[in-house]
């Protein structure tokens, strides 16, 4: 596979098909297109209305200006998820027209401050901002691991884990196919660990 190949599926493309989702930030070119049995879409990270959540989080935290946005969502995904001025400035207009957030011009820059109604927003449903920040954290870990030389290994590792759920389907709430199932899975893990440490 080319470079360009690589560019357009971003850096967590193993990430989001191991788990079965659209792979992120991938280009016209290869959308729609079939890989190792997978469809290729443009994915998403946050659900619907938590990129609005995401924006007010970050501004909790001190004024930003729309690159710094940007910068900070990216960064803490790891590199995975990395938003379009596109999508930060409508947003943030909206944002600003419901009296949530106020902005200004600081050398050149349209810098976004939350406002208390902002505040009290934001404090109405604190459990989304700590799940969209979870979910970053979690992608920024895995990411690490992700290289395109894994390719090879990406039908069995998703064979492995769409059995094993099939497999916890199949002895969820049977104590017997628990146990023997839970055995099966412990052993494969120190199978693994034991070739890590080779």
């Known amino acids: 596979m080319s470079k360009e190949w690589w560019a357009h599926l971003g850096k967590d493309w193993w990430l989001r098909a191991s788990m079965g989702a659209p792979l992120v930030d991938v280009s016209e070119p290869f959308k729609g297109r079939k890989f190792y049995g997978l469809q290729i879409n443009r994915g998403r990270f946050f659900e619907i209305g938590e990129f609005r959540i995401a924006i007010l989080s970050l501004l909790s935290e001190g004024p930003r200006h729309g690159y710094q946005l940007m910068k900070e969502m990216k960064e803490r995904s790891g590199g995975t998820y990395r938003a379009s001025p596109g999508s930060v400035y409508p947003t943030a207009q909206q944002l600003e ?24 927003e934001l404090q109405k449903d604190p459990e989304t901002a700590r799940r969209i920040w979870e979910r970053a954290e979690s992608w920024e870990e895995s990411g690490k691991y992700f290289e395109p ?13 769409m059995k094993s759920l099939r497999a916890a389907k199949w002895a969820a709430g049977k104590p017997e196919r628990e146990a023997k199932l839970k055995a099966i ?8 660990d034991k070739l890590i440490k080779k």
């Open 97 to 120: 027209s419901e009296g949530l957030i106020a902005s200004k011009m600081e050398e050149g820059r349209r810098v976004y401050s939350l406002t208390a109604a902002g505040r009290k």
């Open 149 to 161: 030389e894994m390719l090879e290994f990406l039908a069995p590792v998703t064979e492995v884990q």
């Open 185 to 192: 899975l412990w052993r494969t893990i120190q199978d693994l």
